[in-house]
């Protein structure tokens, strides 16, 4: 009996420890701009292609568009990109074209993603010779959620196009970007939105449903320039529909009903049901596994202080 308490003192010993140990907190892989273009020309060399040209400007349309979406709090696209990249002066003025592939999630690795883009429409810059340059951004939003975002672009008709060095070191600066929260309709059923610093046109436009050229003709706005703090009617109020009115028509007399008698409901009373009392285990309070650790660790150690004085010490003095 005294060998089982031992050796059960020894074993609460070496576990108490493990116990007590704090909790590691573990961290989401994540996947950097530069690991997405060389896949992407990684790819393209296996098609054949020649590699993309990193642009800075690319790089810069694709991390705000991956700021946008953590602002927003949601995994879509968001407007035009051509219009974007345009906008930002790729191309130099000349027509381009251009493509996004998007992503989200809170923990990923660079196998996931060609996985996601696998399908043949996100694999038009990988296999399609027309596009010549690439840009790569990704944002981690305060909900743990990391938004991917690949640009891919060229000049339309063989254009020539020089774009400024490239810098894939360090993120690309971009904007304050504002989340866009729809307003509640007034009473009469218009929308009047108030633009907010770090608002764009085509974001705004795609948070309500609409398209940018309906918000420019309900504005009278030439352009897609904006201004912080100006009312953009969204929706006009509704028109008003005449009601016609009614003729009172005179009631007949109605008979006066006779009394029938309501026959009884019988009620059937209802047998309570017993509530179960909770057990043991889920009446105890919750204890800290750090605390209880220590406790146990305590409790070890003065057992086996109590049994190494009632085998040793105790014995050697009676003698």
């Not at 098609?47 to 991956?66: C, H, K, Q």
């Not at 672009?153 to 894939?168: E, L, Q």
């Not at 800290?288 to 003095?317: C, M, T, Y």
Request: proline share 7%; charged share 10%; hydrophobic share 40%.
């Amino acid at each position: 009996m005294r060998r089982i308490i031992i050796a059960l003192l020894v074993l609460l010993t070496i576990v108490t420890p493990v116990l007590a140990l704090p909790q590691v907190n573990v961290t989401a892989a994540t996947i950097t701009p530069g690991e997405i273009i060389s896949m992407v020309n990684s790819l393209r060399t296996g098609y054949g292609l020649p590699a993309l040209i990193e642009d800075s400007i690319l790089n810069s349309t694709a991390y705000s568009t991956a700021a946008q979406m953590a602002a927003n709090g949601v995994c879509a696209h968001i407007g035009n990109a051509r219009e974007r990249i345009a906008a930002a002066g790729f191309g130099g003025g000349a027509t381009i074209f251009a493509t996004e592939n998007m992503a989200c999630a809170v923990s990923a690795d660079i196998g996931w993603l060609q996985s996601v883009w696998s399908d043949e429409v996100h694999m038009w810059p990988m296999t399609q010779s027309k596009y010549t340059h690439v840009g790569a951004g990704s944002y981690t939003g305060g909900n743990g959620t990391t938004y991917y975002v690949l640009h891919a672009a060229y000049v339309a008709d063989g254009g020539s196009y020089s774009p400024p060095a490239a810098n894939s070191t360090s993120a690309p600066t971009v904007q304050y970007v504002e989340p866009v929260f729809t307003v509640t309709p007034q009473a009469d059923g218009s929308i009047i939105h108030v633009v907010k610093y770090g608002q764009a046109l085509f974001t705004i436009a795609t948070w309500y449903g609409v398209t940018v050229e309906q918000i420019k003709q309900l504005n009278n706005l030439i352009n897609d320039n904006i201004y912080v703090g100006q009312d953009l009617i969204i929706r006009l109020a509704p028109t008003a529909t005449i009601t016609p009115t009614r003729t009172t028509t005179p009631r007949q007399p109605t008979r006066t009903p006779s009394l029938t008698s309501t026959p009884t409901k019988q009620v059937t009373p209802r047998t309570p049901t017993p509530t179960q009392k909770p057990g043991l285990l889920e009446s105890l309070p919750r204890i800290d596994r750090q605390w209880l650790g220590f406790g146990l660790l305590i409790l070890s150690a003065l057992g086996l202080l109590v049994v190494l004085f009632l085998e040793f010490i105790r014995p050697r003095l009676k003698k």
